[in-house]
């Protein structure tokens, strides 16, 4: 009886070590993290000093910081199990930082490449961002009106950047840009326009980001940081701004490096993309482009009687009797398939290749090249013919084939006329004979 009582006590005793053990060999484990949390002295005092500094610790234990075991300490310094408030003094406290110290601040962890390593993070945000007008501006010439790293991620409320609830998310940042840039009193002394979200709005990619064009997907488009580099001057690989959509639109790219207005932008630095498309109010292009002399459009760079103006004419002229041509048809598909009914389930496909190939021809614009545009023009004026071809034949067999059914309810009303008036002739002779 005693015996067993005694080893009880022994075995709850060796779980409480094992306990104890664990924790010590663990201490990121959840429950570990969580006392110490609770008896960080940083905490406890802060949590006591108000509702706004009880607050920021609330948003700290939300944040990628909190979650991840970086406390107060880790940013600001100073002994996180000392009972006295800490001062500047003090080995290793920073307190808060000027805007200034700030990416230094930060920096001090995320350029530390081997502890950085373990978070799977990049280590050069720091490098980057010198190399940004922003960084420039407030390293170089000490101006504090530009963004730092927690204008654009937060202070004690940071989170990742895939976080619905990020100021850095790809569907959110635009707004944080814009709380500066839409500022006009602090972009006067820049002399810089305000208008970058509203007409960015207003672009193609800006409706897709968000969610205006039905089944396209967002996280393809370039939001501001995309376009204009995340940390940097500009993304990677990319000299300037301006040359930046070859990035993502690696097929037209390719077709405009092959075109005359290739050789000039290297010789004389124009056409570019955004000659020809705007930056913030990109629009869905069409072939009103080749039209006129407003800017962006033809005219505005070549004499309207000149043969480059001329071949603009042509090549949209190309596209145009195409795409009238395969609405022709499109038409007379719809049309017999409502009205006698057939079933034009091929011709419908091919058609539908046709339209396919007019946006796949696009494109190929850029190279300037008429004989190969008119490839394609040609390509889908023949798959036009072709149907309309297999659409005039279903006909001319439906209208026999009427005909024909037509001739044999003839004669079948005949015959079954005829029986009747035979049928009607014998009833007749019956009757005279019975009477
Ligand atoms: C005994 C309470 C106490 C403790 C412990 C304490 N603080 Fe404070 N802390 C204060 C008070 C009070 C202020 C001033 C608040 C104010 O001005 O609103 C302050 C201010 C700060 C500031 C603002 C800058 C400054 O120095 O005025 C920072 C940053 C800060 N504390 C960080 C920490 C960190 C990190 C720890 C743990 C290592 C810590 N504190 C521990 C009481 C404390
Ligand atoms: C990711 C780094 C980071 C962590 C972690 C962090 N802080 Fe801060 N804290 C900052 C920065 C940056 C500032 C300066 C903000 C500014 O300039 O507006 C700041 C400012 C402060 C201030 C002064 C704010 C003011 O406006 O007077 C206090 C107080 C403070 N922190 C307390 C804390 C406490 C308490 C914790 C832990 C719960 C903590 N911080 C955790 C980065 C951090
Ligand atoms: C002008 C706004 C801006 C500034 C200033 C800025 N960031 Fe960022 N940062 C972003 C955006 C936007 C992302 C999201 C990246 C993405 O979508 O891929 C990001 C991503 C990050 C990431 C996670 C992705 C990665 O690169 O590992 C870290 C860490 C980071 N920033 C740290 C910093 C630090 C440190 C500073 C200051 C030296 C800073 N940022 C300055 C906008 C900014
Ligand atoms: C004590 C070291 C330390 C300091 C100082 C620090 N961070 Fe961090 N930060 C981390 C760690 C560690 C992570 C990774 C957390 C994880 O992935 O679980 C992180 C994550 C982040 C992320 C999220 C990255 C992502 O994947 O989206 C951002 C953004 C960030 N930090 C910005 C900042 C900013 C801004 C500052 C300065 C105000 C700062 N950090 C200061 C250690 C630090
Ligand atoms: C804290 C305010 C602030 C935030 C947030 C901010 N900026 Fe800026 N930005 C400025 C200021 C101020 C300048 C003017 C510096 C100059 O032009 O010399 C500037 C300059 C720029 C420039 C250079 C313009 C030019 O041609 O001179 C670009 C591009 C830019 N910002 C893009 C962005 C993007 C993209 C974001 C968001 C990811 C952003 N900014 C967030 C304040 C901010
Ligand atoms: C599709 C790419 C793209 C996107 C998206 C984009 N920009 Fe730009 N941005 C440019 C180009 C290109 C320039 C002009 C550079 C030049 O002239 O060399 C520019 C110029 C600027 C300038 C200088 C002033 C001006 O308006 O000409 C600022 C500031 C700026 N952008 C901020 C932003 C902000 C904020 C956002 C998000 C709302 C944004 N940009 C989105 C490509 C882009
Ligand atoms: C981050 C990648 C990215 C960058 C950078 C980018 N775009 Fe786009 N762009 C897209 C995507 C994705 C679409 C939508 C394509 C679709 O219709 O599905 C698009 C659509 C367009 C369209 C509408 C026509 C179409 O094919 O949908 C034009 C025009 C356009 N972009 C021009 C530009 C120009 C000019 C630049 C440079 C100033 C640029 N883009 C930079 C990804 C990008
Ligand atoms: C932003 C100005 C600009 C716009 C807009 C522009 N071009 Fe050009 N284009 C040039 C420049 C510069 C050259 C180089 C030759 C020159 O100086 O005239 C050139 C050359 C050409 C050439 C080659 C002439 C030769 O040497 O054989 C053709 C063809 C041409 N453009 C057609 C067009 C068409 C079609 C459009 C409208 C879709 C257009 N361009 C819009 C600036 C422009
Ligand atoms: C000389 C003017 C001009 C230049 C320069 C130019 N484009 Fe175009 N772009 C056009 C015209 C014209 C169309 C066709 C409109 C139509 O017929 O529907 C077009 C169509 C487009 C389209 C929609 C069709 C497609 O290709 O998917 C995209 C995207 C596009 N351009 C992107 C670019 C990019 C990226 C660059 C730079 C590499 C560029 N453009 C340079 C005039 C230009």
Not at 278 to 300: K, M, Q, R, V, W
Not at 317 to 327: M, P
Request: glycine share 6%; proline share 3%; with cysteine.
């Amino acid at each position: 009886m005693i015996n067993k009582k005694r080893y009880d006590i022994v075995i709850v005793l060796s779980v409480l070590q094992i306990l104890f053990l664990l924790q010590l060999s663990c201490p990121s484990c959840g429950w570990a993290k969580e006392r110490k949390k609770a008896s960080n002295t940083c905490i406890l005092c802060h949590t006591q000093l108000g509702k706004k500094t009880a607050e920021w610790v609330e948003q700290w234990r939300r944040s990628v910081h909190g979650e991840s075991d970086v406390t107060c300490s880790g940013c600001h310094g100073g002994d996180p199990t000392s009972f006295n408030r800490p001062k500047t003094k003090d080995s290793g406290y920073v307190g808060a930082p000027s805007r200034r110290q700030v990416p230094e601040f930060c920096a001090r962890c995320h350029s530390n490449s081997s502890w950085m390593r373990q978070f799977n993070k990049r280590t050069d945000q720091l490098s980057l961002y010198k190399t940004s007008v922003h960084g420039r501006r407030l390293l170089e010439e000490g101006d504090e009106n530009v963004a730092i790293c927690i204008d654009c991620h937060g202070r004690h409320d940071i989170k990742k950047y895939t976080d619905l609830e990020s100021l850095t998310h790809h569907q959110k940042v635009a707004e944080t840009c814009n709380h500066c840039h839409s500022d006009s009193e602090k972009m006067s002394p820049y002399d810089l326009r305000t208008d970058q979200l509203k007409l960015y709005k207003l672009s193609y990619h800006g409706q897709i980001l968000y969610n205006k064009i039905p089944d396209k997907n967002p996280s393809l488009v370039p939001s501001c940081p995309e376009c204009h580099g995340i940390h940097g001057a500009a993304p990677a690989g990319v000299t300037e701004v301006a040359n930046v959509c070859g990035n993502c639109h690696t097929a037209t790219n390719e077709y405009f490096s092959q075109s005359k207005h290739m050789e000039a932008l290297i010789k004389q630095g124009k056409p570019r993309c955004i000659d020809c498309h705007a930056y913030h109010d990109i629009l869905y292009p069409t072939s009103a482009l080749f039209d006129g002399t407003e800017i962006y459009h033809c005219g505005n760079c070549h004499d309207v009687h000149q043969k480059e103006y001329n071949l603009g004419q042509k090549i949209k002229a190309a596209f145009v009797e195409s795409e009238k041509r395969v609405n022709e048809v499109w038409e007379k598909v719809i049309q017999i398939e409502i009205d006698p009914g057939l079933d034009v389930l091929d011709e419908r496909d091919d058609l539908e290749t046709g339209k396919r190939m007019i946006l796949e021809a696009v494109p190929v614009t850029h190279t300037l090249d008429l004989e190969e545009i008119e490839k394609y023009t040609n390509e889908i004026l023949s798959t036009a013919d072709k149907v309309e071809k297999s659409i005039d034949t279903r006909q001319e067999e439906f209208i026999i084939r009427k005909k024909g059914l037509f001739a044999t309810l003839l004669i079948l009303i005949i015959i079954i006329g005829f029986l009747l008036f035979k049928r009607w002739v014998l009833q007749l002779e019956l009757e005279l004979n019975e009477d």
